[in-house]
């Protein structure tokens, strides 16, 4: 069974790279045709699709988040990272990753696999 887990710091100071790691098991991110995405809950919005990177490793932004944000991966360890630059307290936010068949992930449904989610906080 696949199974995926989020970690990364809770807390970041405002200016700052927020940096998540999503380690996957029970099967190879490099599986055909998957996507591992990055997804956010904030209180009050609903989910945010942050962005995606490929079973082959190409990635795909939301327009929202893309000047400021790198999805990458280590095949060899079987996980994908993402880095959110410039962060402020607006980013602060239950953090979730993701994999299936779709690229954008704006509800649950859209995706095989979750994290529990890591909760972010942005303060000095």
């Known amino acids: 069974q696949v199974q995926l887990r989020e970690s990364g710091p809770g807390l970041v100071k405002p200016s700052q790279t927020l940096s998540l790691t999503c380690t996957v098991s029970?099967?190879?991110?490099?599986?055909?045709?998957?996507?591992w995405s990055w997804s956010r809950r904030s209180p009050g919005k609903g989910l945010e699709w942050i962005g995606s990177?490929?079973?082959?490793?190409?990635?795909h932004y939301s327009p929202s988040f893309e000047s400021r944000t790198s999805i990458s991966r280590d095949t060899s360890k079987n996980h994908f990272t993402l880095q959110l630059s410039s962060v402020s307290p607006e980013d602060a936010a239950e953090y979730y990753c993701?994999?299936?068949?779709?690229?954008?992930?704006?509800?649950?449904?859209?995706?095989?696999?979750w994290g529990q989610g890591t909760q972010v906080t942005v303060s000095a």
């Open positions: 993701a994999g299936g068949l779709y690229a954008v992930i704006t509800s649950r449904e859209h995706a095989t696999f």
């Open positions: 029970g099967g190879p991110i490099t599986t055909a045709n998957y996507y």
């Open positions: 990177i490929t079973s082959s490793g190409v990635t």
